[in-house]
Each structure stands twice: as structure tokens, then as C-alpha cells.
């Protein structure tokens, strides 16, 4: 009788399991009827999508795991051939990102945004990419179908692939012999049931540990699933794109796959599988028998072992998104160019313009000389030099200028604007300026050509030894392998420095009692001044103003301050 009723109990177990994976299969059809259907939603609304820079919305913790990626490539790449940090934020260069951001996966706009730091003189590079741009433009079929393949893949943040891609999961530790001998035991005690009855009476114990075990850490392993399902997806596409018809995408796709090779089930078991029937049995199989813990093991060994390859595979796909999406960017703007890169320290730019402005004014600049940019308070000065930087970047960085034309040399491109003290460190402000300055003047060497664009120089001293360090300093870059363009209110350094800088100016233009800008550059250095008359202008105390104008009045005069 008790054989009998453990006979039934085996019977009922057997049954379950049974029913467990007859449920799995079923819920793994209704997954496959679920995707097809999002894929057909995938390619009506690629069909429809129209990019608009004026929506595109990246908030700023999503945009910290897009500068992920960079950080972990940056250790890579020259000194001499990058943006560093103060000049990327000098420049609102996450702005300009966002505006140029129409990616449809995560790898896109990882790529996209570590290719605007990345300034080295790499034509051959830049010339497939500028192809790759051409040829989707000219082919409107094949840039949907492989939007809608890039849609697949999906933006996901926050995920840790650049853990993954650059070898920076070191602390990460899955014992896989530990995990697979709990996962194996509640299967080997059913099995040894046969020859001992009752053994599977144990096998409850065993998935009990399972869950408690497995539940521990899963919150911490999620994260890591989730970026493996991602570059799996990645994986997949890449193997859809092998066939690409253009350059070399194809080809080196083709070899970066045929090297991983194929791991479909391991992947499929340690990822994540949304929601759904699937989702919840995967999930209940999982925690019986640690799949994932198992197969995690095992992925991250060979994601270690293949990791070249799978960074290829990443970085091809992040480069055919970021084609499609700054093509779709230029579409945009009110007129741009490619760049004609000539050598030398020279550049010229025709109808210019910041890319961030909703209604710019154009100007050209034949940057054949260093130059001070003098003008009025609020007249165009740092906006100008701003414009110019950025193109310079974009120009090395993606191809494009945001001008009718450029024809110039290579830069490396470095900025001293937006200067703030900093309570951390204990830096006053001077002393934070004096280190941004420095950081320009140890680049500058017989390498690659500095861009050195400076928004008022050294304005955290006394105006003495302002000018004074200031013209020292300029004087020593005019000697230098760079070209520096400086917006100074200074107008001491355009007669100290004439004969090394030429000098620019922006106007303010005046009828009656209003005060107007027309954003235009004009030779030779200002000789107005507003600063008073817009105080007069936000309602200051008319007994401020006679004395301020009173005291300039005098300077202009004497040469001298007067005593009050």
C-alpha cells in the first residue's frame, strides 16, 4: 500500500512536470504570435516616422548611461584626437547631441555620442561614414528596412554593455559549478525515484533551496540579463545586416558573427522575455532550476572571450544608425556642407551659424590669423566663437558644418569659457581659470593643431594684471602650433596685440531710445559701449546712471579713474 501511494505521488509529480512544459511550449507559440505582431506595429510606424529635433526629449539620467560608453572608449583614443570634458560642456555640446539625436537603438546614440568627442584626422573613416549617409539618403527602401531592424534592437537604459564591450565587469563573480549542481540536484533526485522510491520526496527541499538561493541576488542579476539580451539582439541584427550593399558594413559584419559563432540557447534562457505566458514560466523554470544563474556563468565567459568581436559587431551597428539619423538631422537645418579639409592652420567658413539657435544670422570668417572679437555687452561675441568651435568639431566628428561651406585643416578643438569656482576643491575662480588655461597651453604643441577659443581671458583678476597676463599669454600662443580666437571686452589687448591678432567686432545699433543687434562681424575692433545704457534700460536709479557715465566719461578723458 505504501508503494502504491508513493507510485501515485511519483505519478502526480511526473504529471505536473508534464503540464509545466506543455504550458512553456504553449506560452513560447503565443510569445511568437505576440512578436510578429510587434513587428508588423514596428514596420507601419517606420513607414510613417518623420524625425522632428523639436521632440526628441533625453532626459538627463538616460543621457548619463549614453555617456557610458564613452568613458569606457575615451582611455582609448589619443589625447590629441579628443574633446575633453571642460570643452564639451563649455560648447552645450549634450544640446547639440540631443538635437542630432535621432538613433533608433542605444547603440546609435552610444556611437553617435562618443563619434562627436572623437575630433582625430581619420578621412578615410569619415569618408565611408559621409558615403554610408549618401547612400541612405539615395535609397529610401533600404534606410527604412534597416531603421525598422535598428528599432528591433531598441533603446534600453540603463544597460552595462559598455561593461561588457570594454572588459570593465571585473568584480562580477558567478561560481558556475556551485549554481549548476543546485540546479542539477531536484532532477537527479526524480531520476533516482527509479531506484529508490521515495527519493523524489527530496527534490521539494532541493527547489525550495533553489528559490531561496536564486532569490538573493537576482535583483542584481537582472540588470546584467538585461544587457546580455541586449547585445544578443545587437548579435541578431548584425546577422540580418551581413548582406548590407554598401562599403564595407556588410563584410565586416559578416566576419565579426561568423567569429561568435552561434549561442542561442544559453542566451535565450539567461535573458529576459518581458511578459506574458512565456515570460512567467521561463521565469518559474529559472527559479527551479537557476537557468539563469547557469547560463549567466557561462555567457560572461564568452562574451570575455569574443569581446573584439562583439565590440565590432556594436560599433558597425551604432555607425549605420548614426548615418540614418544625421541624415535625417541635415534634412533639418536650414543649410550645411561637408567639410573640404586642405591642411594647415587656416579655415574658412561661409554663412555660419549656430545649430542651437532657432532664427541665426550668418557670417563668414576667414581664420588666417589669430583674432580678439571685441562688441557690446549681449551683441553676438560668445555665440559667434561657440559657432565656430562646434563646427569645427562636427565637421572632424560627423562631416558636417553648419555653414554653406568649410574649406580648413584639422584641430583639435579646446575652450576656456564657462568658468565657475569650485567649493569642492577650494578653487577661487582665478585659480580655476588659471588651470582651464593651462590645460590649452600643454596641448599646444608640434602635433595636431589647437583651436583655442577663449570667452573673456582671465576676468577673475584686477584689470591691471588682467591685461597684463593676459597679452602674455596670447602673445605666447601667437608663437604656437593653434589658432586662437578670443571675445574679450578688453579693448587694451586689440592695440597690445595688433600686430600678431587681427581684430573682429560685433556691433549694437541704435535709433532713438531703442538699442537693436544685428549679430553681424565686423573688421577692426568696437568702439562702442552699452554696459550703462542697458542699466538705463532695466530701470536702474537715474542717480547710478549720471555717475557711471560721469566716471566712464572721465576715464575716456584723463586716462584715469576719478576719486568719488
Known amino acids: 500500500m505504501e508503494n502504491l501511494d508513493m507510485t501515485l505521488d511519483f505519478d502526480l509529480v511526473f504529471f505536473l512536470i508534464i503540464a509545466v512544459i506543455a504550458l512553456t511550449l504553449l506560452g513560447f507559440v503565443i510569445s511568437l504570435i505576440q512578436k510578429q505582431y510587434k513587428s508588423w506595429q514596428r514596420r507601419k510606424y517606420c513607414a510613417a516616422w518623420r524625425f522632428d529635433p523639436e521632440r526628441v526629449f533625453i532626459s538627463s539620467s538616460r543621457l548619463s548611461h549614453i555617456r557610458d560608453y564613452w568613458e569606457a572608449r575615451e582611455p582609448l583614443i589619443d589625447r590629441q584626437h579628443r574633446i575633453d570634458a571642460i570643452t564639451w560642456d563649455d560648447l552645450d555640446m549634450d544640446d547639440v547631441f540631443r538635437r542630432m539625436d535621432a538613433c533608433r537603438s542605444s547603440a546609435g546614440e552610444e556611437v553617435l555620442y562618443a563619434r562627436l568627442h572623437e575630433t582625430g584626422p581619420d578621412e578615410t573613416r569619415q569618408r565611408r561614414f559621409l558615403d554610408a549617409v549618401a547612400y541612405f539618403d539615395g535609397e529610401e527602401a533600404v534606410r ?133 505566458l512565456l515570460s512567467f514560466f521561463m521565469e518559474m523554470l529559472k527559479g527551479l532550476f537557476l537557468l539563469d544563474y547557469i547560463c549567466f556563468g557561462y555567457l560572461l565567459r564568452f562574451f570575455d572571450q569574443n569581446r573584439a568581436a562583439f565590440r565590432e559587431i556594436y560599433e558597425i551597428i551604432g555607425e549605420l544608425d548614426m548615418a540614418i539619423a544625421v541624415g535625417a538631422f541635415r534634412e533639418t537645418l536650414p543649410r550645411y556642407a561637408e567639410p573640404e579639409f586642405v591642411g594647415g592652420r587656416d579655415a574658412s567658413f561661409e554663412g555660419l551659424y549656430h545649430p542651437l539657435l532657432a532664427h541665426p544670422v550668418d557670417n563668414d570668417l576667414a581664420w588666417t590669423k589669430n583674432c580678439i572679437i571685441t562688441g557690446s555687452n549681449a551683441s553676438g561675441k560668445s555665440t559667434f566663437i561657440k559657432a565656430t568651435a562646434i563646427s569645427l568639431i562636427t565637421a572632424q566628428t560627423v562631416g558636417l558644418v553648419f555653414a554653406r561651406s568649410y574649406r580648413g585643416g584639422h584641430f583639435l578643438v579646446m575652450t576656456s569659457m564657462a568658468i565657475r569656482d569650485s567649493i569642492i576643491s577650494g578653487d577661487s575662480y582665478f585659480i580655476t581659470e588659471l588651470k582651464c588655461l593651462g590645460r590649452i597651453l600643454d596641448m599646444v604643441g608640434d602635433g595636431l593643431p589647437v583651436a583655442c577659443f577663449v570667452d573673456e581671458i582671465l576676468r577673475g583678476t584686477n584689470t591691471q594684471e588682467r591685461i597684463s597676463a593676459a597679452a602674455s599669454v596670447l602673445d605666447w600662443l601667437a608663437r604656437e602650433n593653434c589658432r586662437v580666437m578670443v571675445a574679450s571686452h578688453d579693448i587694451e589687448l586689440t592695440e597690445i596685440l595688433g600686430r600678431v591678432y587681427d581684430n573682429c567686432h560685433f556691433r549694437e545699433q541704435v535709433a532713438g531710445d531703442e538699442m537693436y543687434f544685428d549679430y553681424r562681424l565686423y573688421p577692426g575692433p568696437t568702439n562702442t559701449k552699452n554696459a550703462i545704457r542697458l542699466m538705463a534700460g532695466l530701470d536702474f536709479d537715474p542717480v547710478i546712471i549720471r555717475e557711471a557715465a560721469h566716471i566712464s566719461d572721465t576715464f575716456e578723458k584723463d586716462r584715469a579713474w576719478p576719486v568719488l
Open 144 to 276: 527604412r528596412s534597416v531603421w525598422c531592424q535598428l528599432d528591433e534592437i531598441g533603446r534600453k537604459t540603463p544597460h552595462l554593455s559598455s561593461g561588457l564591450l570594454f572588459g570593465r565587469m571585473e568584480g562580477l563573480q558567478i561560481n558556475r559549478l556551485f549554481y549548476a549542481l543546485l540546479g542539477i540536484l531536484p532532477i537527479a533526485l526524480l531520476i533516482a525515484n527509479a531506484l529508490y522510491p521515495g527519493a523524489f520526496i527530496y527534490a521539494i527541499p532541493a527547489v525550495a533551496l533553489n528559490l531561496i538561493v536564486g532569490s538573493r541576488n537576482r535583483h542584481k542579476l537582472l540588470v546584467y540579463t538585461d544587457t546580455i539580451g541586449y547585445l544578443m539582439r545587437c548579435l541578431k541584427t548584425a546577422r540580418k545586416l551581413h548582406s548590407f550593399p554598401h562599403g564595407d558594413y556588410g563584410r565586416r559584419l559578416s566576419a565579426a558573427t561568423r567569429q561568435v559563432g552561434k549561442i542561442r540557447l544559453p542566451a535565450f534562457l539567461a535573458t529576459d522575455h518581458g511578459e506574458g
